[in-house]
């Protein structure tokens, strides 16, 4: 199986989370964290002057945007994807293509969350684009192709069909709206198994993939499950600020919210969070 990823123009699927109420540590937070019934304070969480834990921020309602990893927003910088978190354990993935930090200036959280699907499906329509003149280029590179044998004239007439086929598939392959997922948070400790090493946040999207089958000239296009998982090891960092807003998150994993000027930090949990499944 190989997983077409679409990254910026071509929607990097990849292989997602904003804030909570204080106290929500004290709501029995299930592995996937859906137990809550639904979390509030967002605007506490982004204007917080106390650190945000990993399961505080995924916890509640908001907007995250994904970045290559280690890339801090900047005006030019592209945004991969953006996950909206409903605040009862569910996210949402949308791949965006052609997006970057200084299209949101102007732009309302509301106004974003509005026009998701439009983005999303502008990534979509530009992976299929892009795919499409892949095969084209491969289909006349093949046509040129002159073989001195038999059978190499026999595996050119296969490859062509095939190329053709898997074009035909891609050009008929339907948008799918992005739905909503649970998603869950696990934490891996260190040797003394007292300390977070690392905590983790994943949650299974469908995209498109290709599958080959015995013949290298038989492809099929289907959409498949994909789990996207993003890591955490370290605090957040400082917040960087864009035209007239600031934003934090988690540095090495690319994952982003807008927060407020003095905003303090986003850390891990520790391992005896109630509800994040451990190691």
């Not at 969480?45 to 927003?73: C, M, R, Y």
């Not at 991969?80 to 791949?95: C, K, M, P, Q, R």
């Amino acid at each position: 199986e190989i997983s077409l990823g679409l990254v910026g123009s071509e929607m990097c699927i990849r292989d997602s989370i904003t804030k909570v109420a204080a106290g929500f540590a004290a709501c029995a937070l299930a592995v996937s964290l859906s137990a809550c019934g639904g979390a509030s304070g967002a605007d506490e969480i982004h204007n917080s002057k106390e650190p945000v834990s990993v399961s505080q921020a995924f916890g509640a309602k908001g907007l995250w945007f994904v970045t290559d990893e280690e890339e801090a927003p900047g005006k030019d910088q592209q945004i991969e994807a953006i996950l909206s978190f409903d605040g009862d354990g569910n996210v949402t993935h949308y791949d965006v293509a052609d997006l970057d930090f200084g299209d949101l200036k102007d732009l309302s959280d509301e106004e974003i969350f509005n026009r998701l699907n439009e983005w999303d499906r502008k990534g979509f329509n530009e992976w299929v684009k892009n795919r499409l003149h892949e095969l084209d280029v491969q289909i006349e590179d093949n046509e040129a192709w002159d073989p001195a044998n038999p059978v190499q004239a026999e595996n050119k007439s296969a490859r062509i069909a095939g190329l053709k086929e898997t074009r035909g598939q891609i050009e008929a392959l339907e948008y799918q709206e992005p739905k909503a997922v649970p998603f869950k948070l696990s934490i891996e400790t260190d040797d003394s198994g007292n300390n977070t090493a690392e905590e983790t946040l994943s949650y299974t999207i469908q995209v498109p993939v290709y599958y080959e089958f015995d013949s290298p000239y038989d492809e099929n296009i289907l959409w498949a499950d994909e789990e996207q998982v993003y890591t955490f090891t370290s605090m957040g960092t400082d917040s960087p600020m864009v035209y007239e807003k600031y934003y934090n998150g988690y540095y090495e994993a690319g994952l982003w919210t807008q927060v407020g000027e003095d905003f303090s930090v986003f850390t891990l949990d520790t391992p005896d969070t109630e509800g994040i499944e451990i190691d």
